[in-house]
């Protein structure tokens, strides 16, 4: 094998070797982009991750829809009792004031 032959075939190589590298660096150039908006992906994902796992803390300690029931029934239930006592103490209201009078005059 004679030096000229050599230099060919080393040139072909060297050449065909530059031309993958082109092509690899042609083609990967999106990879690169690609990866740097899946990064932006996952970190946003983390956070909508976290974000629902706060709401669902916060949820489990919110009353049902049959607790507030429970709750407007009982509400309703206090507010007869204090209705029935308003009038009961309305009524010893009334009765304290006539003994005041009656002992105020007799006093005289």
């Not at 083609?27 to 706060?54: C, M, P, V, W, Y």
């Amino acid at each position: 094998m004679d030096i000229n032959n050599f230099a060919i075939w080393s040139a072909a190589i060297l050449s065909v070797i530059a031309i993958l590298g082109h092509l690899k660096t042609f083609f990967g150039s999106g990879e690169a982009a690609n990866a740097k908006k899946l990064d932006a992906i996952e970190k946003k994902l983390i956070d909508h991750d976290r974000r629902i796992q706060t709401v669902e803390g916060e949820m489990k300690h919110m009353p049902s829809k049959d607790m507030v029931n429970d709750i407007r029934l009982a509400m309703a239930d206090m507010k007869g009792t204090v209705g029935t006592l308003t009038e009961t103490l309305a009524s010893v209201s009334r009765t304290v004031h006539r003994i005041d009078d009656y002992l105020r005059e007799e006093a005289k």
